[in-house]
């Protein structure tokens, strides 16, 4: 695909979630959809309401332009888009309870995102194997193991990224640069499915940051996310995890870096500490860095920093092809 074919993807998606987050900013007061400061709650930090109807956005922007640049509507673009829609609904559920001072349960958001996990899967876009270093052979996994790796890879993705929206412009950026990093891998393999997405997702998320940096204008919510998280996920699986070696399974692993080692590290903890896996605390590493002393806006670039170091390692390891 010509590199104008790219800027316009990233444009039009960049475009629409510009232009939308503004009305449905102002419908969301209306609605008293925002998320209001709670003093008990460590995690919110902000002073004032703010509307949580940026995933709506941001899900509109990538959907148009998806379907724009797509080679017509395939069962993997019916299968992603479904999927999609379905983190949105329960993310929407999910952000009403929030806005009431009131936590969902865990089960049903689990199973809604392992369902939507369990489309793409469907649609024939799984993690089938990897080509050994040594001799050049594909080395196949059989069909169960597909599955559960497909689904946890997945499902993994989407539950970090949404763990790391804790702070303004933190989610949004992380997701950004690993979009970047999963778009260069996908020029460098020739894959332009994949790498039309990524430009898409940088374009929606790039776009969101202009109203989500400190201090921000609008949330995402668990509804945007778990979508951001989401399509990630999909296009390292179909991307970066196609036709890699044993060491460069390892690219998208980096390319996600900040949120996969966070959260590992979370839930390695918890579990220690016999506490729910699944209920969100302070105790993600941008929350540890506050406590350390660093203010917000310094923790946001600290943490992005770090997540373009390891995109560039994920690059080095790329044109090593290794």
């Not at 979508?227 to 692993?253: E, M, N, R």
Request: proline share 5%; charged share 15%; glycine share 8%.
């Amino acid at each position: 695909m010509v590199p104008i074919l790219y800027a316009a993807a990233f444009t039009i998606s960049f475009i629409i979630v510009y232009l939308l987050i503004p009305p449905l900013g102002r419908l969301a007061f209306r609605l008293d959809f925002v998320d209001k400061p709670r003093k008990d709650v460590e995690r919110k930090i902000h002073r004032e309401p703010i509307p949580l109807t940026a995933s709506y956005a941001i899900f509109a922007g990538f959907a148009v332009t998806y379907l724009i640049f797509s080679k017509g509507f395939t069962i993997q673009t019916a299968a992603i888009l479904g999927g999609s829609l379905l983190l949105l609904v329960i993310g929407t559920v999910d952000d009403w309870y929030k806005t009431h001072g009131k936590d969902f349960p865990a089960l049903p958001k689990m199973i809604v995102q392992i369902s939507a996990a369990v489309l793409v899967y469907a649609s024939g876009i799984t993690f089938d194997g990897f080509y050994n270093p040594f001799s050049g052979e594909f080395i196949g996994l059989p069909e169960w193991l597909q599955f559960v790796l497909t689904i946890l890879w997945i499902f993994g993705v989407t539950t970090v990224i949404n763990f790391t929206d804790g702070m303004d412009g933190l989610a949004g950026g992380l997701a950004a640069i690993s979009a970047v990093t999963l778009f260069v891998v996908a020029l460098v393999k020739g894959q332009n499915d994949s790498a039309v997405m990524a430009m898409i997702l940088i374009g929606v998320s790039v776009a969101y940051l202009r109203y989500n940096k400190p201090p921000a204008k609008v949330f995402m919510g668990d509804a945007g996310a778990t979508f951001l998280g989401f399509i990630l996920g999909v296009i390292a699986l179909d991307g970066a995890f196609k036709q890699a070696t044993v060491l460069s399974l390892f690219i998208p692993i980096l390319a996600l870096g900040v949120p996969i080692f966070d959260n590992i590290f979370v839930v390695i903890k918890r579990f220690l500490q016999g506490k729910p896996i699944y209920q969100a605390d302070a105790s993600q590493a941008h929350y540890r860095l506050l406590r350390l002393g660093l203010n917000p806006k310094q923790v946001v670039v600290f943490l992005c920093l770090v997540s373009v170091c390891l995109s560039l390692s994920s690059i080095i390891l790329l044109l090593l092809q290794v």
